[in-house]
């Protein structure tokens, strides 16, 4: 059975975390375009209250770096589980993982309480690798270029193994 994919398509908060295993402070996708299998257009929210953020220079709160990067990739596996037919003849319920981070520029600071623009890109670059890169803006100004790797893997060798 193959499924049809209508582009463009738009998921809200609950919508994601139905795809992702992400929970908590880590977790702050607010909505997703899937606007082609590659091409995507997320929004983030950083709320003062996360506790990531409140011990993140407290007295001068910032979003770290590497939040930013960490929802380019939740965005981007969210993306392409829901929106790449391809992504459906992997095996074993697959989920991308960070595999790399390959360059990273953060042109001025991201402050808490602000909606963060994700303009996401992926590329296959093998069976199992995507090639994902971000233009991120705060209210059109840009805050960051991001570019890292995605690697397909099952979702049960993510779980825990080891013995009791």
Known sequence: MTQDYHYPMLLQRDDIQQILPHRGAIFVCEQLCIEGPHQFHGTACWPSDNA???????????????????????????????????????????VGVLAAVRNCWFKQPVLPDC?????????????LLVQVNAQVKVADSEVAKLEIALAYAPRTQLQDNSPA
């Not at 007295?59 to 037919?85: H, K, N, R, T, W």
């Not at 909606?115 to 069976?127: L, M, N, S, T, Y």
């Open 115 to 127: 909606a963060v623009e994700f303009f996401i890109q992926c590329r296959q670059v093998a069976p």
């Open 52 to 94: 990531v953020i409140q011990g993140h220079f407290p007295g001068l709160p910032i979003v770290p770096g590497v939040m930013l990067i960490e929802s380019m990739a939740q965005f981007a596996g969210a993306g392409l589980l829901a929106g790449d037919p391809y992504v459906k003849t992997l095996p074993q319920d697959s």
